[in-house]
């Protein structure tokens, strides 16, 4: 299964912008590109998905490169309550593959500063 | 609506026990994934059921297993515990196992293993 690469950490004061980035240089051509997040003590919130074009949804905007091989997960406006572990997961749609499973990595540790 | 519940919500056993845990997914949702977090690690796939049948299996030894159940309620069975077994058990459940569906996690279960 191919591999994302997401920064270990980061920060942002409340109601700015956040742009969390992720890699996936060996995404294949029908790996659609997720992302979760977990709040601590909770188990992992669907946030956003994508498959080539950009996203948007109540919670979050999915830009994804033209090569598809980057994708940042954007936050408008963080509130204290968006700092949580955000993983950028990819789903293959090749069937010798398990469908439904995720492939969580570490994640990117988001601290929102009031 | 009732998300996904999973029961119980701590357990403590001693190494070599056996333990059960369960999960009832959202309803409707004919599809149930389990996974176990390890402290400071993004959560790690063990099985996906759907409709009753096991659909994937992740790099677990034998003495994990699971079923699903007619009403697709779920239990994860794990023998002879070991110390490294302690971790958070999630549950998460999705309409089918096609790779664009989104999954709901529960609060998860905290097995420690003395």
């Known amino acids: 299964d191919a591999k994302t690469t997401q920064p270990n950490s980061m920060e942002s004061n409340e109601e700015e912008p956040v742009h969390l980035p992720c890699n996936h240089s060996?995404?294949?051509?029908?790996?659609?590109i997720h992302w979760y997040r977990q709040l601590p003590s909770q188990g992992p919130e669907y946030v956003i998905h994508?498959?080539?074009s950009n996203v948007n949804n109540r919670m979050a905007s999915l830009a994804i490169a033209e090569d598809r091989k980057s994708s940042t997960l954007i936050l408008h406006r963080a509130t204290l309550r968006d700092a949580a572990v955000y993983y950028c997961?990819?789903?293959?749609?090749?069937?010798?593959?398990?469908?439904?499973?995720?492939?969580f990595g570490r994640g990117t540790q988001l601290t929102v500063w009031p | 609506d009732a998300g996904v519940t999973q029961s119980p919500t701590h357990l403590i056993k001693t190494r070599g026990q056996q333990v059960t845990l369960r999960c009832s997914p959202i309803?409707?949702?004919?599809?149930v994934s389990w996974y176990q977090q390890v402290l400071g690690q993004g959560p790690q796939f063990i099985f996906q059921?759907?409709?009753?049948?096991?659909?994937g299996r992740g790099n677990f030894p034998d003495r994990f297993s699971a079923r699903q159940f007619p009403n697709y309620s779920s239990e994860l069975n794990v023998n002879a515990l070991l110390l490294g077994d302690s971790a958070l058990y999630l549950c998460?459940?999705?309409?089918?196992?096609?790779?664009?569906?989104?999954?709901?996690f529960g609060p998860g279960t905290r097995l420690t293993v003395l």
């Open positions: 309803s409707g949702h004919k599809s």
């Open positions: 060996t995404i294949s051509g029908t790996d659609y």
């Open positions: 998460a459940s999705s309409l089918d196992h096609a790779p664009g569906n989104e999954q709901f």
């Open positions: 997961i990819l789903r293959s749609t090749n069937r010798g593959s398990t469908l439904g499973r995720l492939y």
């Open positions: 994508g498959l080539t």
């Open positions: 059921y759907y409709e009753k049948e096991e659909r």
